[in-house]
Each structure stands twice: as C-alpha cells, then as structure tokens.
C-alpha cells in the first residue's frame, strides 16, 4: 500500500486514507477525490485542521508550487467539510 505524507499533521498514512489535491498542467488547483486525476499532487487527511494547518503553512503552495489563490482554498475547504 503506497504511502503519503499529510501535509498538515506531516504523517505517513495510506494513500487511500488522505485526500489529494491536484495541479495540472494548466496551474489550476482542485480536490481530486479519485487520486487519479494527471498533474502534481500533495495529500492531507480528511480533516479540516489538517487542511487549516497546511493552509497557514503555506504548505500547498511549496508543494504543489503555485500560488492559490483564497478562493481555491475556500473551496477546498467546503469539499472537504461535504467529504
């Protein structure tokens, strides 16, 4: 079973436990839910503090290396809250 980091709590848990966030080629940020969408990935748990602590970190943005915009995390963020 492959593992990921979180970016918000930084553990190692299994790729299927974590929610991944996606940028392709165009530089847009979203939740990809399957784990299969093409592009760069970074993965938090499906918990909205670790969402928040990446967020402050700024820790999308190294990761994925991209701006994003507040909008995008807002979004992220309702996803996430749906999840």
Not at 39 to 65: D, H, M, N, P, T
Not at 76 to 81: A, I
Request: aromatic content about 6%.
């Amino acid at each position: 079973m492959p593992q990921r980091m979180c970016l918000g709590c930084m553990e190692m848990k299994p790729k299927k436990e974590l929610i991944r966030v996606v940028r392709n080629k165009e530089g847009e940020v979203k939740l990809d839910l399957t784990g299969k969408a093409p592009g760069r990935g970074a993965y938090i748990c499906r918990s909205v503090e670790c969402f928040e602590k990446a967020y402050k970190g700024k820790k999308f943005e190294k990761a994925l290396e991209v701006n994003i915009s507040p909008e995008v995390y807002e979004k992220l963020k309702e996803e996430l809250q749906r999840g």
